[in-house]
């Protein structure tokens, strides 16, 4: 079991943007910036193209109003997704804030926020959800 299934289980706690029967959203806790969200699917497959087509499409709808809230909720000129699944063996999707392609640059430093700082940023995408 990932760490993303026992986030989805609620065996782990997560900072929750979005659930239905098929994906769930949460705040990553170490974010390239602030508005950093994961949406994953409840299904546990590796990798993000092993996905059944039907499913796939699914997801980015699941995820287009959670990107619309994150370009609502921070100052940042779009919403950028990125698939990268080295981390952790459970596709997942990355929605960030972004003003340049470089935003995007997972070799950079992950900001560590509080408890409280996490909370503020799950209330401003949930405000505009």
Same mark, same amino acid.
């Given at each position: ?63 287009? /109003? =959670?990107?619309? %809230?994150?370009?609502?909720? +921070? ?6 997704? &990125?698939?990268?699944? #080295? ?9 960030? /804030? =972004?003003?340049? %392609?470089?935003?995007?640059? +997972? ?6 926020? &509080?408890?409280?700082? #996490? ?11």
């Amino acid at each position: 079991m990932t760490i993303f299934s026992k986030i989805i289980a609620g065996e782990t706690p997560s900072y929750r943007i979005a659930e239905d029967e098929n994906f769930f959203a949460f705040l990553d806790i170490f974010p390239l910036v602030e508005g950093h969200v994961l949406v994953v699917p409840k299904t546990e497959t590796d990798k993000f193209f092993d996905v059944a087509d039907d499913y796939l499409a699914n997801w980015l709808l699941f995820a287009k /109003p =959670i990107a619309k %809230a994150i370009e609502k909720a +921070f100052d940042c000129n779009r919403c950028g997704i &990125s698939v990268v699944g #080295l981390e952790v063996p459970h596709a997942h999707m990355h929605l960030v /804030p =972004i003003n340049s %392609a470089d935003d995007l640059n +997972f070799n950079r430093p992950k900001l560590k926020l &509080s408890p409280e700082e #996490l909370k503020n940023v799950q209330q401003k995408i949930l405000d505009a959800l």
